[in-house]
């Protein structure tokens, strides 16, 4: 995964959120910047941290890429290519074409976009992919707080208001039969939830 994003961008930085194999130590050999955390905080505050780290450099944009092997890297092109179309927001979407993609994933899915859709007035598609593209002028006007899985609701949520552009570009997805932490219905149904949280705290913000 670091050696194919590498082919496109500068530098990629892995969040090692805790773990207790050799992530860090491949991840260094294959080229990329590490953060290592020294406890398992979840998905959401590993992206914070990152983002903290990233937002005090001067990058112009920030992707997002899950390291768990469901996104080609060779993908990260076509999200590039929309930010220099003037998006500042791009979501890499699996629904565009999701053969291989577990129904249940597929329908979880779809349900969450229809909530994220009606609370941000974006055409979301696939708003739980972990692979995206923000500007890091938009990142820089609101705060995430999220520690696991929401984080990318939140993220839609709180950037709705102050984007100018947002696309979703179709992406590869790539399902291997490895495990998996996310929990489709259930954790779709927490997100959601949180998701009425987070829009009511960042009016509550504004």
């Not at 890091?136 to 995430?144: A, C």
Request: hydrophobic content about 40%; glycine content about 8%; proline content about 5%.
């Amino acid at each position: 995964m670091v050696r194919g994003l590498l082919r496109h961008v500068p530098e990629v930085l892995v969040v090692d959120d805790g773990s207790d194999d050799r992530t860090s130590e491949v991840a260094r050999a294959a080229g990329a910047k590490v953060l290592r955390r020294p406890l398992n905080g979840g998905k959401g505050r590993a992206l914070r941290d990152g983002l903290a780290l990233l937002l005090a450099e001067d990058w112009t944009h920030v992707a997002f890429v899950d390291g768990d092997g469901q996104h080609d890297p060779d993908d990260l092109p076509t999200l590039l290519a929309a930010a220099r179309r003037g998006a500042d927001f791009v979501v890499g979407s699996r629904l565009a074409s999701p053969d291989g993609m577990p129904a249940k994933n597929r329908r979880a899915n779809e349900m969450g976009d229809k909530v994220l859709s009606r609370m941000t007035g974006l055409p979301v598609e696939d708003g739980q992919s972990g692979f995206r593209l923000l500007s890091t002028d938009l990142l820089r006007q609101f705060r995430l707080t999220a520690n696991r899985y929401a984080i990318e609701n939140e993220m839609l949520i709180r950037a709705s208001r102050r984007l100018r552009r947002f696309e979703v570009v179709p992406i590869r997805s790539i399902y291997n039969g490895g495990p998996r932490h996310y929990r489709p219905f259930r954790d779709t149904w927490v997100t959601a939830w949180l998701s009425v949280h987070f829009k009511t705290l960042d009016s509550d913000e504004s």
